[in-house]
């Protein structure tokens, strides 16, 4: 989009870029609201000791408790007592810096970001079959040449809109478009065909698709032989996934299961997209990698105009994820336990390699253990609302509260900086200027349109004034200040040679070429040559170049249901809403067009339980309970109730949610427990 | 904890039973003695693999090995020596055991006609249970035009439409009145041997066969009507019976199946059965999914994981999936008794649905042709939820109900509350008001509503409304 200023503040105008193609919904349009909004914080806030609550204070004041806070903890208990929490709408510069002062102003190996709640399964299968992690390895125009594309447990008609524009190009093409997803959402109904599974079992379904490619001998051979490696252990595990086995268990007859397994394995080009509602299991790895191994069996990955995507969910969840945030990485998408990692990040920050920790924890844990006697007793939270936005949010909240320092920066009183002892109010995205990463692996550029306003700094000032006041003396705090400049440009510069060599290479970006093209797709290691708006067309990134087939199996959802808790519950988004909702929540217009929390609930249901459309209704699983109105929907399974999650207080449906992770991503389990219901 | 597991069978509950216990933690060493020669194997995809669409590598099964488990192939079990607690291989090998379990499985029935020896069956004579049976129906078939499937049934079926597939005149000859009687009423044997005999399997319902010869050149079977059919090929789906040999010989409790109780034991508490050889509460499972639940409460009892797990039968879904026939079939569907009963009958396209309900529940079921509630069907059934207040619904699936509200036939009907812009929720009324303020154009009202900016998808409905303003233009706009 592009800003303008003027007299009567500032507009916003749809820009024709290639990815929204001048589309924008209602969040874009009114975003430029939150920048001049009454509740906007232009002042830090410090708990005042006496009365309990948060006061205005000076930035000297505020950085002062701030850093005496962490000094003492960290004499008390060591450097990991103090812990950093990120988020994936950061900019890459954000990102990368608040990284490396967890790992060298604060010397913690405890940071992890709200992106383990979104992207993190779709990583972590990426990562082990193609040994690389981008959201599309292709651009997103593939999308409306596709023959076949099926879309599992994505909603980009309410998530994503300019999106569908895609979505509406590949139908009016001639393709077919196939949703999986438990409801029928505004992106079900454009679809050809809509697999309505129970939730928690994609993995079921996806199994079954490969059984029938096959059966049917769709599967690629020669692709199979040449590509890629351990598809013998594959086809046995989904011999045992006839299709019938996995009507049983998702509810999708086996009728559209052959009828998509067709459309998959016959089409010319073919696209497999997997978003939150595949992703967010205890199984979300497994069954991101059923998906992918259907691609892979079916050659598309790395074919032109095919391949399989997941769809990011963060305004920069792919670049938000690569320059070290996250507990066990570097910048460059490296890992933390990598010794030639370690070395050359190190070198780039002017410390030795064995002076930086090692990995942390994921997310979840991380939260769940601050204020325990052996987790953290400070956190620092960048960019994020875990009061609202993690799993088991009341049990989150109470370790918030058990923490002796918690500081968040946000430009809002989010309900987690409501907890806090420091707020430090920050710019917003009109006001600094970076790069953020879109699905595609593009890097693009932020523009800032003003300075933020009198009173408030940008995140990477807010991790220069703490690394500055950190440091024991004088000459420390010259150099600290030279480690951790507050200008974006600078930091790019250094992000540029942090990632150099490492997976998601940005050596050869520059904001000058970024400038130039719409934007630069990584790896683009060198300025001379070029970028990679398509990976995987000769070799994949692991160590002999063939993809990893995995075998996996469907397992039950970490909680099922049972006579006191007999219903299946999930959450999602709503159109005019967004993440914990600490922007949106705050625009009249959106506010207007989706005000408070709802529970959809099949009218088959309702007539059982006895709610009428709009009655109140709770919620409630063995972890908590919330309320909100009812609103009655022939869309969903009669089984499962569906809440948005952009709510808190009384209306937040991560009360109830499970926080079950994956043992291998540490994603928790947003997308299914079991609840009861009944009017409030 | 048991230290020592033999299991007897390496079919879909033995292998199903070594891949459980394999997943559960402890030191325990399993040896599984398979008395076929081959890997696992899925035989669920026989039909699959006759109907040639499918080679034998793609039918294998995931197979536990290493970790304490000791997989060996061919090698038929001869004996059970109780009180020495160890199993005799026909090898005369000895191997000692804690626990026993018998997955043994079932055999095919090999019906009683003059000119069939069980013990000495003609080459082009066979019967459809095991992968070696299938090579020998695959080696008949080559070069074979025509073949003949004795026994209607589910499996029997399966094997016709496989051959079929393969290019061979298949008929089916049964000897009840109507196909797969336990599982459809006569109705709906009908409409399946109509879409049978649209695939082009020809069906002889209601004649018993009386004689079989079988020479170098061909198969001939006698029917007790008096004809006789001629064909290059007899397979024979005349019914299975639990193999309990061993059971039997060893002196365990054996009815129709070796019989054990709800954690699998049989009158032995150091022995086991499951799967097709097991009979439980008097019944005979034969089916897989059972076979795995088996598979799972014996893991669980045995690693101590779950020592008090009791195996509880689920209701039985039986599905025939056959390339171009869809049937499933649940439950008490053809009996009488009190409740409702919904039908639907289109032969001419191969529909046919049944559905029994007591107490807002399905009691049984048949689905066969393109039901698209089939889904939803088996779940209702299978976890005894509720159905749905408009039964319809068990017809017609997501069909019913689930479509968005229908777009008004014209912009005037259209509730000036509605909003056509979901993205930037746009209702009709602001783009009436936008239309009154000035803007005369799809662009203008577009850029003063912003509607349609976001996916794009209401475009029409825009360029529509502002078509009708602009005809309306003379009369006045009241709404």
Known sequence: MVLREDDAGVSVHPRQFPTNRGGLCQKGWTAAELLDHPERLTTPLVRDPATGTLRPASWDAALDRVVTGIRAIQNDAGPDAVAVFGGGGLTNEKAYALGKFARIGLRTRHIDYNGRFCMSSAAAAGMRAFGIDRGLPFPLADLGRADTLLLVGANPAETMPPLVRWLTEQRANGGQLIVVDPRVTATARQADLHLQPLPGTDLAVANALLHIALTEGWVDREYVAERTAGFEAVRRSVAAWWPARAEQISGVPVADLEATARALGTGGRVIILTARGAEQHAKGVDTVSAYVNLALALGLPGRAGSGYGCLTGQGNGQGGREHGQKADQLPGYRRIDDPAAREHVAGVWGVPADELPGPGVPAYQLLDSLGTPDGPRALLVFGSNPVVSAPRAGRIERRLRDLDLLVVADLML???????????????????????????????????????????RTDLAIIADLAARLAPDAAAATDAAARFPADPATVFAELRRASAGGAADYAGISWARIDAADGVYWPCPTEEGSDTPRLFTDRFATPDGRARFHPVDHRPAAEEVCAAYPLHFTTGRVLAQYQSGTQTRRVAALRRAAAEAFVELHPDLAGRLGIDDGDPVRVTSRRGEFSAPARLSAGIRPDTVFAPFHYAGAGRANSVTNDAVDPISGMPEFKICAVRVEKA | MTARVVIVGNGMAGARLAGELHAREGDRKVTVLGAEPHRAYNRILLSTLLAGRVDEPDIELTEAAGHGIDLRTGVPVAAIDRAAREVRTDDGERISYDHLVLATGARAVLPPLPGLDPANLPERVVPFRTLDDCRRILAAAAGARSALVLGGGLLGLEAARGLAIRGLTTTVVHPRGHLMERQLDPAAGAVLAGTLADLGVTIQLAVPATGVAADATGVRLDLADGRTLHADLLLLSCGVRPDTALAQAAGLTVRRGVVVDDQLRTDDRSISAIGDCAEHDGVLTGLVAPAWAQARVLADVLTGSDPLARYRPRPVVTRLKAAGIDLASMGDAVGGGPGEELTFTDPTRGTYA??????????????????????????????????????????????????????????????????????????????????????????????ATRAGTGCGGCRDAVGGIVDWLSQAEAVEVTR
């Open chain 1, 414 to 456: 989010s309900e987690t900086a409501a907890l806090a002892d420091v707020v430090l109010p920050t710019a917003q995205w009109a006001e600094e200027d970076g790069t953020m990463t879109n699905l595609e692996g593009r890097v693009l550029r932020r523009r800032a349109l003003r300075p933020p306003p009198p009173g408030v």
């Open chain 2, 354 to 447: 049944r559905l029994r309900i007591r107490d807002e529940r399905l009691v049984g079921a048949i689905l066969l042709g393109d039901n698209p509630a089939v889904g939803t069907v088996i779940q209702l059934f299978d976890r005894g939820h509720p159905v749905p207040t408009d039964r319809r619904a068990l017809l017609l699936g997501r069909a019913l109900g689930t479509a968005g509200a229908a777009p008004a036939a014209s912009p005037a009907l259209m509730p000036d509350a509605a909003t056509v812009c979901q993205c930037n929720t746009v209702s009709k009324g602001a783009l009436v008001r936008s239309w009154r303020s000035g803007a005369r154009t799809v662009d203008a009202v577009v850029a």
